[in-house]
């Protein structure tokens, strides 16, 4: 079935390293979003991208649809960047667009 | 910037119990979700509503779940008799159909339930 996968689960790192976040799905997508939840539960939308590469900040993505898969990149980290970093997809021929969420990516920003 | 509202931000009920989480779409949306969140797991789709009907759901949402736009501005889950395993976040989303963005959702604070 269709499936969204994210690496790794977990992540921790020192304030000021970088990272990269992968999602991977398993079929052709005309959605794909990147949400940080932050520590009260709020999805706080980061990147609506499902193709190319965008950048905002300290954080950019892209997303290669032919091969499948989408990469977040933060640079030099903060300790607010922690919490959980979805990905999420709406597959083609979904009928009314709901998103398929992964499992999630946990990041700690260590001071 | 327009957003996606939801109220309560958090709901304590007791099990058997009806609830009712309300959300207020983004006023040019045409399409409207229901997510939610089993708390340290993944957002799992509920049920997607367009044109005053229910277009699509997931095996989640059985009979004691409900969905209603009772005027032009908000967009309601009912929840008909509460259970222990119905505590979770819930998110409300909304989208349009413009060029620009097609499928882009806009997701609402979640309302965090509780079921006593």
């Known amino acids: 079935g269709i499936q969204v996968e994210q690496s790794p689960p977990d992540l921790i790192l020192q304030e000021g390293a970088n990272s990269t976040l992968r999602c991977n799905f398993s079929?052709?997508?005309?959605?794909l979003q990147w949400f940080h939840q932050n520590p009260w539960g709020q999805l706080i939308n980061l990147f609506y991208?499902?193709?190319g590469t965008k950048q905002n900040g300290r954080l950019s993505a892209t997303t290669v649809a032919t091969e499948r898969y989408s990469l977040l990149y933060i640079s030099s980290s903060q300790t607010t960047d922690s919490g959980v970093y979805f990905c999420?997809?709406?597959?083609?021929?979904?009928?009314?667009?709901?998103?398929?969420f992964g499992k999630g990516t946990k990041l700690s920003v260590k001071p | 910037e327009p957003e996606v509202t939801q109220t309560p931000s958090h709901q304590v009920t007791q099990m058997g119990q009806e609830v009712i989480l309300r959300c207020v779409p983004i006023?040019?949306?045409?399409?409207f979700y229901w997510y939610r969140q089993i708390l340290g797991q993944k957002v799992e789709f509920l049920v997607s509503?367009?044109?005053?009907?229910?277009?699509?759901k997931s095996e989640i949402f059985d009979d004691q779940f409900s969905v209603e736009r009772p005027d032009g501005s908000n967009f309601t889950l009912k929840i008909r008799s509460t259970k222990l395993e119905d505590s979770a976040m819930y998110f409300c989303?909304?989208?349009?159909?413009?060029?620009?963005?097609?499928?882009?959702?806009?997701f609402g604070p979640g309302t965090r339930l509780t079921v006593t």
């Open positions: 509503f367009y044109n005053n009907e229910i277009s699509e």
């Open positions: 079929d052709s997508v005309n959605n």
């Open positions: 989303a909304s989208r349009d159909r413009g060029p620009d963005h097609p499928y882009e959702q806009y």
């Open positions: 991208i499902p193709s």
């Open positions: 006023s040019n949306h045409l399409y």
């Open positions: 999420a997809a709406k597959f083609y021929g979904g009928s009314q667009g709901n998103l398929i």
